[in-house]
């Protein structure tokens, strides 16, 4: 029933090396949001849009972590150096207003 | 401290049997969704509620947010409804809905 688009659906990257995932809201849904699913299944919010504007955020302050969502171009979560740790499930999600929010499948990051 | 109590956490159901999961908040919230996360990790939205009770087939939720509680009530249950569930709510529009811990639900012939 959603229409969020994310890519890729799994990822392997080495520690220390970028990893970039992307995600296509559903049209016509101008906030989206990024959480991260670890093993034990516990979802930790990491940022959200309204259009292109951030409206929340954990706080980055490794700094390793940025995401952006420019006009005309998927929304992304990049993580600049991996860790172990940060292997997870990572799931976008969007929204119209005051709707329920629909999560895309999701992009399995396995850091190696 | 945590938002979000979700029980139980793990549940074990025989086909054509039913029961409740639950949602505690600890601050009061503007709406609650259900989810069933599949072996994929595909999450499936079952209902989202501002308040009162909904219903779809062999599943009905209700929110109550005075009370500060959801609840999500399967009957009949079948073995392709195992998965984990989850609760997520929001203090306020827009804000991050905030995720319970999830119940595990297995269903057995």
């Known amino acids: 029933n959603s229409k969020v688009i994310q890519t890729p659906r799994y990822l392997v990257k080495g520690q220390g090396q970028k990893a970039k995932m992307r995600c296509i809201p559903e049209k016509g849904h101008p906030v989206v949001f990024w959480y991260q699913q670890n093993k034990n299944n516990e979802f930790k919010f990491l940022i959200n849009f309204q259009n292109q504007e951030v409206l929340q955020q954990i706080d980055m302050t490794e700094k390793r972590f940025s995401a952006e969502c420019p006009s005309n171009s998927p929304c992304s979560l990049e993580i600049q150096s991996s860790e172990a740790g940060d292997s997870a499930l990572y799931l976008c999600?969007?929204?119209?207003?005051?709707?329920?929010?629909?999560f895309g499948k999701g992009t399995r990051l396995t850091v190696v | 401290g945590d938002q979000v109590e979700q029980s139980p956490s793990a549940l074990s159901l025989h086909e054509g049997t039913g029961s409740a999961l639950r949602c505690n908040f600890t601050?009061?919230?503007?709406?609650v969704q259900w989810f069933q996360q599949n072996s994929r990790g595909s999450l499936i939205n079952l209902f989202y509620?501002?308040?009162g009770t909904k219903e779809n087939g062999r599943l009905k939720s209700t929110f109550n947010s005075k009370e500060s509680y959801s609840t999500l009530h399967i009957r009949d249950a079948q073995l392709e409804d195992s998965g984990t569930y989850f609760c997520?709510?929001?203090?306020?529009?827009?804000?991050?809905?905030?995720f319970g811990a999830g119940t595990k639900l297995s269903v057995k012939p």
């Open positions: 509620l501002a308040s």
């Open positions: 601050t009061t919230m503007r709406a």
């Open positions: 999600a969007s929204k119209q207003g005051n709707t329920e929010v629909f």
């Open positions: 997520a709510a929001e203090v306020l529009n827009n804000n991050a809905p905030r």
